[in-house]
């Protein structure tokens, strides 16, 4: 099974800030990963997808890149809705894997 | 509107059954991959299972496989996950999931059902 790495865990961070949250695979994925956002008691939902390409009604202040194995979402200018847990995740093969998930709490 | 609607959990014994059901409904239900997800309160997500649009392509996780059956019926637009044997640590919260059909999505999942709560316990 292809491990996901994802660090950090959690951080705190103010609005307007900028956060990175990384995401190693443990082998080649190409581009097969998505990331998504998730609120306490609500499903995730889907903020990028093939590593660097914005769903449909995201803001762009959200951005992924990487290849391979390595990743990043960066988040620019925090805003309150951004309070979020996220995780990454591989769609190049099945089982498909998550990363552990990074909690995003204000400072 | 895309809605994915799951249904059927609630609390069992160790060792019962429980059939899930996703509902599917503002969307051509039959070509779409469909995945479950489940997911530990307080904890991270954990892919369980998968089919194909006709129903193929089935796969498990190794921590379900021989115990649980997913399942769908196209003409009812509904997808289901029979889950057998169970144990304690299957309490979760279940997700039914919908991957792209686009392409340049790459097998992302682009719509998720709200879960449903399944909770083992004597």
């Known amino acids: 099974d292809i491990q996901m790495t994802q660090s950090p865990s959690s951080l705190s961070a103010s609005v307007g800030d900028s956060v990175t949250i990384t995401c190693r695979a443990s082998q080649y994925i190409s581009t097969y990963l998505s990331w998504c956002q998730q609120k306490p008691g609500k499903a995730p939902n889907l903020l990028i997808y093939a590593s660097s390409n914005l769903q449909s009604g995201v803001p762009s202040r959200f951005n992924g890149s990487g290849s391979g194995t390595d990743f990043t979402l960066t988040i620019s200018g925090l805003q309150p809705d951004d309070f979020a847990t996220y995780y990454c995740?591989?769609?190049?093969?099945?089982?498909?894997?998550f990363g552990q998930g990074t909690k995003v709490e204000i400072k | 509107e895309v809605q994915l609607v799951e249904s059927g959990g609630g609390l069992i014994q160790p060792g019962g059954s429980l059939r899930l059901s996703c509902t599917a409904s503002g969307f051509n239900f039959g070509p779409y991959w469909m995945h479950w997800v489940r997911q530990v309160p307080g904890k991270g997500l954990m892919w369980v299972s998968r089919?194909?649009?006709?129903?193929?392509?089935?796969m498990y996780a190794d921590s379900v496989k021989g115990r649980f059956t997913i399942s769908r019926d196209n003409a009812k637009s509904t997808l289901y996950l029979q889950m057998n044997s169970l144990t304690t640590e299957d309490t979760a919260v279940y997700f039914c999931a919908r991957v792209s059909l686009l392409g340049v999505f790459k097998r992302a999942y682009d719509f998720w059902g709200q879960g449903t709560r399944v909770t083992v316990s004597s």
């Open positions: 995740q591989q769609t190049y093969t099945t089982p498909r894997t």
């Open positions: 089919i194909d649009g006709d129903g193929s392509g089935i």
